[in-house]
Each structure stands twice: as C-alpha cells, then as structure tokens.
Nanobody, 116 residues
C-alpha cells in the first residue's frame, strides 16, 4: 500500500519561513506529478503548487507565486515546499498529492499556522 507522509508544519510568525516535506513509501512503479494543496477552515481545498515528473516544470497559484518554491528529490521520492514571507492568509492544512501508478494519492496533511 502506498502512503504519503507530510511533515514540517508549524506555528510561525508573519514574514517567517517553513519547509514542508512529503515522502512516498510503499510499493509502486512510477511517480508522476507531485503537488501541494491547502485547505483553510471553512474553505475549499485549493491548489498551491505542482511539479512534473521531469523535476523541472512547475506551476504556482497566484497567491503564492514568488514566495513559495516546490521541488522534488527524484531519487528519494520526496517533494518539498519551501514557503517564505508567510502571511496569516497562508494558514491552512497543507496536503501532499502525488500521481502514483496512474492513481491520485493524498497525504493526511500538515498544519501551518501563521500568527503573531
């Protein structure tokens, strides 16, 4: 069974930085697009950033462009989200998404809270 485990969420002050990680484990053949989504209380889950399996092509939501950076360690099946200049509106539960062997796979999420 394939699992995604996120880590790195924390309480941080506005203007601070965090780095989220997501590791895929279990038996699988191929990892496709990897992405991060987030969901704030009372809001729908929204896409934050994604990176293709070539490790080069990336995309970002307008709200995080220039502040967040997604990357993947192709050898170790891990995707990262470097978050800088954090704002209170970035507060949410962040979920890892990976397209594994042709199926959408989600992690359990990690909480990011931006507050003074």
């Amino acid at each position: 069974q394939v699992q995604l485990v996120e880590s790195g969420g924390d309480l941080v002050q506005p203007g601070g930085s965090l780095r989220l990680s997501c590791v895929a484990s279990g038996a699988f053949v191929s990892l496709g697009t990897m992405a991060w989504y987030r969901q704030a209380p009372g809001k729908q889950r929204e896409w934050v950033a994604s990176i293709r399996d070539n490790g080069i092509d990336t995309g970002y939501a307008t709200s995080v462009k220039g502040r967040f950076a997604i990357s993947r360690d192709r050898g170790k099946t891990t995707v990262y989200l470097q978050m800088n200049s954090l704002k209170p509106e970035d507060t949410a539960r962040y979920y890892c998404y990976v397209y594994i062997d042709g199926r959408e796979t989600w992690g359990q999420g990690t909480q990011v809270t931006v507050s003074s």
